[in-house]
C-alpha cells in the first residue's frame, strides 16, 4: 500500500510537470518562462527520487532558457535556497546532458551562448558543468569568452581545467574581447586558496604567466592590482613558471607605464612589495 501511494504521487507530479509545461504557449516570452519556473518550484522543491527524463517532456532550446532565465535571475540569499539555483540543480540530477549541435562538416558547432556564459554565483557552477560535460567543445559567446574560460574564474574547476586542456585546449586561449588569458581570469577572482589550485593546473600544464592583455597587464600586474595581499599567489608564478617562459618580467610595464611593484605599492601590498624588492624588482 505504502509503494502504491508512492507510486502515485509520483505520477501525479510526472502529470503536473507536463501540465505545467503545456501551459508555456510562447517559449520565446520570457514573462511565460518566468511563470513556469514560478509555478514549477513547488513541485520540484519535494522531488527527490525517480526523477523524469526531461527529454521526454521538454525540447533541449526549452531547457536552455530556462536554465539561461534561472542562471541570470539567481541571487545568493543567505540561509536559502532559491528557486533558480534549486531549477538548475535539478535539471543535473535528472541527468540531462547537454547535446552540441552539429555543422554541415560533421563537426560540433562550438559558436554559441550557454547558461554557463551568463554565470556569475560559485552555487550554479557545478551543476551547470554537469549539463554542459562536454569538454572537447569549448563554447564561445561573442565576446570570445569560453566555457574553459568560465572553469577558470571559479573554486573548485581545477579537475574541469584539466580536462579541457587534456582534451586539446590550448591553456593560453585569451579572451578575444579583453586579452585575458586564462591565468588573468584565475587571478582575478578571489582571495581564496582555491583559486591558487586553479593557478597550480593552467601552470603545470603550459600556461604562459608573461602574456599581457589588452591593457599591458601581465598575471602578476593583475595580482599586484587585488586589494587584499595574495603572496602567496605570487609566489607560485615566481616558482612554476616553465623553463621555456623564463625569466618572469618581473618589471614588465602595462600601458599605463606602471610595474607589478608600483601596483603592490599602490594597492597597499606590504609582503608583495617586500616579495619582489627582494627578487630585484626597479624601485
Known amino acids: ?40 518550484d513547488p513541485l520540484i522543491e519535494t522531488w527527490m527520487e525517480r526523477l523524469p527524463d526531461l527529454r521526454d517532456i521538454f525540447r533541449p532550446e526549452e531547457i536552455e532558457l530556462l536554465l539561461t532565465d534561472s542562471v541570470k535571475r539567481y541571487k ?50 557545478a551543476p551547470l558543468f554537469e549539463i554542459y560535460n562536454r569538454y572537447d567543445v569549448n563554447y564561445a559567446d561573442e565576446s570570445g569568452l569560453t566555457h574553459f574560460h568560465v572553469a577558470c574564474m571559479y573554486e573548485n574547476c581545477a579537475d574541469i581545467i584539466y580536462e579541457f586542456i587534456k582534451l586539446g585546449q590550448g591553456p593560453n586561449l585569451p579572451v578575444r574581447e579583453t586579452g585575458d588569458s586564462p591565468l588573468h581570469l584565475s587571478l582575478n577572482y578571489g582571495p581564496c586558496d582555491y583559486y591558487y589550485e586553479t593557478v597550480f593546473t593552467l601552470l603545470d600544464m603550459g600556461a604562459n604567466p608573461t602574456l599581457p592583455n589588452r591593457e599591458g597587464l601581465t598575471p602578476l600586474h593583475v595580482t599586484c592590482k587585488y586589494p587584499v595581499d595574495r603572496i602567496e599567489a605570487v609566489e607560485i608564478l615566481f616558482r612554476l613558471i616553465k623553463e621555456k617562459y623564463q625569466p618572469l618580467r618581473i618589471d614588465a610595464k602595462d600601458k599605463l607605464g606602471r610595474t607589478p611593484l608600483q601596483w603592490a605599492v599602490v594597492s597597499y601590498l606590504s609582503d608583495t612589495v617586500k616579495f619582489l624588492l627582494d627578487r630585484g624588482a626597479d624601485v
Open 1 to 40: 500500500m505504502v509503494n502504491d501511494d508512492y507510486d502515485n504521487a509520483i505520477k501525479l507530479k510526472l502529470e503536473k510537470l507536463k501540465c505545467l509545461r503545456e501551459n508555456v504557449v510562447d517559449w520565446e516570452i520570457e514573462q511565460q518562462r518566468h511563470e513556469f519556473l514560478r509555478r514549477v
Open 76 to 125: 545568493y540569499e543567505f540561509g536559502r535556497i532559491s528557486r533558480e539555483r534549486r531549477f538548475v540543480e535539478i535539471v543535473a540530477r535528472t541527468g540531462y546532458k547537454d547535446e552540441p549541435d552539429i555543422g554541415e562538416d560533421g563537426k560540433p558547432i562550438w559558436r554559441r551562448t550557454t547558461p554557463l556564459h551568463h554565470a556569475t554565483s560559485e552555487a550554479v557552477i
